[in-house]
């Protein structure tokens, strides 16, 4: 009788062990998988030239580009997780009607550029820095800013060395992977879930390649002299207000934080409207306009 109980306990844990392990393997797949979309075809309203900007000999980032004064400033904007330049397609309007040259790209992964994987920064900050460089050299009498929500803004922080920018703003960005983790865990799958997170992350680091660690925005946010303003949710429930406080407490000055009311995760220009066009607006002629 003991030894059946025995075998039942085993049968139970190794079933149990199973189903994590099964669970931890769809949810790495699900997350890291690319988010590839046809995008060439749904041309904006407004005039773009179609680009494609080599990355290391490895790929090259597809993207729109809209001209605007020469001397006026450029920007680039860099969309979400699991999204696309489709995303930016409102704040690429609205800037080039004030003059800037926009520059709209898709991250590797995702919409039209290639990628296996979506590495939650590592690779993206390469197709970013590649989008600066390629700015840099057609607009050479511009100053350069970017603006890039989540994933977009985490590949805007992790590059390295450092961008060379005059400005960027970064939109509901996470201090480090660990909590972006443990935040989306929490949200989906319940309080109890976060504690997956101590399998997850060795999981991420195995299919990446790379130690998470390399993925805190945090610990590389102070490096980065160029001024900032950070944008974060009062709803956001991705990553909280307290975080977004930590990264504006660890950038270098100049620096500001808007915490928009009632704003969620996403979507901080469809949400905000005017007055984040006016936000945004305001900070950019600052560091942007040659006076």
Do not use: C
């Amino acid at each position: 009788m003991r030894n059946q109980i025995v075998r039942w306990i085993l049968i139970q844990l190794v079933s149990i062990l199973v189903i994590i392990t099964a669970v931890i393997i769809i949810l790495g797949e699900i997350v890291t998988g690319p988010a590839s979309t046809a995008v060439e075809t749904l041309l904006p309203d407004f005039p773009v030239e179609t680009v494609q900007i080599a990355v290391n000999n490895d790929h090259a980032v597809h993207g729109w580009l809209a001209r605007g004064t020469n001397g006026h400033g450029a920007v680039l904007l860099v969309h979400s997780m699991r999204s696309n330049r489709l995303e930016m397609l409102g704040r690429a309007r609205f800037l080039n009607s004030l003059g800037y040259h926009v520059l709209m790209i898709d991250l590797q992964a995702h919409g039209e550029t290639p990628g296996d994987r979506i590495t939650f920064g590592a690779r993206e900050s390469a197709d970013v820095a590649a989008a600066v460089t390629y700015l840099r050299e057609i607009f050479p009498h511009d100053r350069i800013g970017a603006i890039g929500a989540t994933l977009g803004a985490a590949a805007i922080v992790l590059a390295d060395p450092p961008l060379k920018l005059n400005a960027m703003i970064l939109e509901s960005l996470h201090p480090t992977f660990a909590e972006a983790v443990a935040n989306r865990l929490r949200l989906h799958l319940g309080d109890a879930s976060a504690h997956l997170q101590f399998l997850l992350l060795p999981y991420f680091s195995f299919l990446l390649d790379l130690p998470v660690d390399n993925l805190n925005p945090v610990e590389r946010i102070g490096n980065i002299a160029t001024p900032v303003l950070f944008i974060t949710g009062t709803r956001d429930k991705h990553t909280t207000q307290s975080e977004a406080r930590r990264l504006y407490d660890a950038a270098l000055p100049p620096k500001e934080l808007w915490i928009v009311e009632n704003a969620g995760h996403y979507n901080m220009h469809t949400y905000a409207g005017t007055s984040y066009e006016q936000r945004i607006a305001d900070f950019l002629s600052i560091y942007l306009q040659r006076r």
